[in-house]
């Protein structure tokens, strides 16, 4: 089936060291968006491409950072992870229908900050 | 801006209840409405979804109809289940977000057997 597939489920990190989460999708969805998600409050979203053109939240902190090589693949990149950065990350994907911006969602990857 | 309001939870409903969940939103001009359901440790999957007034989304036994004179989207379910227990979350996308989903809150559901 045509997914949107996040690795890894569950990422522990320490305190400061950077890391990487990332996102794959075959459902050639021309935007791709990257939410935080903390104790089942609403996602916030962090940013999101629409191709190549990166779109970045207002108050998205400078630690966050994404990388779009491809159409496929999507990449959060965590540059001092915080304790306050524990959190769901959830990657999305939708294609651009107009007001349709139906969005299909990974698993998550959980991280951990130690 | 575009914004959504969900009923507080947590909902605790024993098995076979009915199942209300209320969702208010704003937003200018006609936005697409959606329920996405969340279960315990998962990503969020697409429940339903309506694009127009009038419309009605369904599946798996829950409905939501488009109510643009109330600027509602209610979530109904005849009888739930122990497997619904779940955090469910009303969404729009709409064209002062530049289409981008704006959640609601969220809602937890417990179902006791």
């Known amino acids: 089936d045509a997914m949107v597939i996040q690795n890894p489920r569950y990422q522990v990190t320490q305190f400061g060291k950077p890391v990487t989460l990332s996102c794959s999708q075959t459902?050639?969805?021309?935007?791709m968006y990257w939410y935080q998600q903390k104790s089942s409050q609403a996602p916030k979203l962090l940013f999101h491409y629409y191709d190549k053109d990166f779109n970045n939240e207002a108050d998205t902190p400078d630690n966050f950072q994404s990388r779009r090589p491809n159409t496929s693949f999507c990449f959060l990149d965590i540059r001092s992870p915080g304790l306050g950065d524990a959190a769901m990350y959830l990657c999305a994907t939708s294609r651009d229908l107009g007001a349709v911006r139906e969005a299909f969602f990974g698993q998550g990857t959980r991280l951990t900050v130690v | 801006g575009d914004s959504v309001t969900q009923m507080e939870g947590p909902v605790t409903l024993s098995e076979e209840a009915f199942l209300t969940i209320n969702c208010t939103y704003t937003a200018t001009g006609y936005p697409s409405l959606f329920w996405y359901v969340q279960y315990p440790g998962e990503g969020l999957q697409l429940l339903l979804k309506a694009t127009k007034a009038d419309d009605k989304g369904s599946n798996k036994g829950f409905e939501a109809t488009y109510r643009k004179e109330t600027t509602s989207f209610h979530l109904e379910k005849g009888s739930v289940q122990v497997s619904d227990s779940a955090v469910y979350f009303c969404?729009?996308?709409?064209?002062?977000?530049?289409?981008?989903?704006?959640f609601g809150s969220g809602t937890r559901l417990l179902v006791r057997p």
């Open positions: 459902l050639n969805h021309n935007v």
């Open positions: 969404a729009l996308s709409g064209m002062d977000s530049s289409y981008k989903l704006i």
